[in-house]
C-alpha cells in the first residue's frame, strides 16, 4: 500500500498563470521501485535511470547539461508539512518545519521540482547554514558532509492533472545522529524524453 501525499499543496502559495503546470502534484509512494512499477510500468521506461540514480542527483544533473545548471527558488521558509511528510518524519503533525521548493534547470530549461522538509531540531548548530542556501544546491551540501547518510529510496507515482506536471518523483531520509530531512525530486517530462 502506498503512503500519498494527497494535501501537498494545502499550504502553497499561489502561482502565476503561466507557471500553474510546473506544481508540485499529488503523489502515491512506494518503497521500491518494483512496486511502484507494478502501479505504473511506465517506471522501468526512460525515467528508470534518474529514479535510480545514486549520490548527488544534483551532480548527474549538472552532467546532463550541455551549457549550465542552475537552481530557482520557488518558496522557501517556515510553514507546516503535509500530514504524510510529517508522519514520515516522524514530527508533530502541526510543528512548523523549513520548506524549500526550488526547480532545478538544466541548459536554461526547469527538469525537476524539488521539495525539502527541513524539521527545526536539524536546524540547529551547523544545521542552520540550511536556511541560508540560495540558489546553491542542497545536494552539494549534504553529499560534501560526512554528517549526513541517507537512506533509502522511494519511487512516486503522481497524480497529475495538467500537462507538464512531473508524473514521477523519488525521495529518501537524509539522516544526522537521530535527526532527518527529506528531499523529494519530481521529474519533469523534459528530463528523460
Do not use: K
Not at 507515482?157 to 519530481?186: M, T
Amino acid at each position: 500500500m502506498p503512503s500519498r501525499d494527497s494535501d501537498i499543496g494545502a499550504n502553497r502559495a499561489s502561482v502565476r498563470p503561466d507557471e500553474r503546470c510546473l506544481t508540485i502534484p499529488p503523489t502515491d509512494w512506494y518503497r521500491s521501485l518494483a512496486a511502484a512499477g507494478l502501479r505504473n510500468p511506465d517506471v522501468h521506461g526512460p525515467a528508470r535511470y534518474w529514479l535510480q540514480v545514486e549520490g548527488s542527483f544534483t551532480r548527474a544533473l549538472q552532467h546532463q547539461c550541455l551549457h549550465s545548471f542552475h537552481v530557482e527558488v520557488q518558496r522557501e521558509g517556515f510553514a507546516v508539512p503535509t500530514q504524510e511528510e510529517a508522519r514520515h518524519l516522524q514530527i508533530p503533525a502541526r510543528q512548523r518545519a523549513w520548506i524549500r521548493e526550488v526547480r532545478l534547470c538544466g541548459d536554461g530549461v526547469p527538469w525537476v521540482l524539488a521539495r525539502t522538509i527541513i524539521p527545526l531540531a536539524c536546524l540547529e548548530g551547523r544545521g542552520r547554514r540550511l536556511r541560508h542556501l540560495g540558489n546553491r544546491p542542497l545536494g552539494a551540501y549534504l553529499f560534501s558532509s560526512p554528517d549526513w547518510q541517507r537512506g533509502p529510496l522511494e519511487t512516486g507515482l503522481c497524480n497529475r492533472s495538467l500537462n507538464g506536471q512531473p508524473e514521477v518523483a523519488r525521495r529518501s531520509l537524509f539522516h544526522h545522529n537521530d535527526r532527518a530531512l527529506l528531499v523529494g525530486e519530481y521529474f519533469l517530462p523534459g528530463l528523460y524524453r
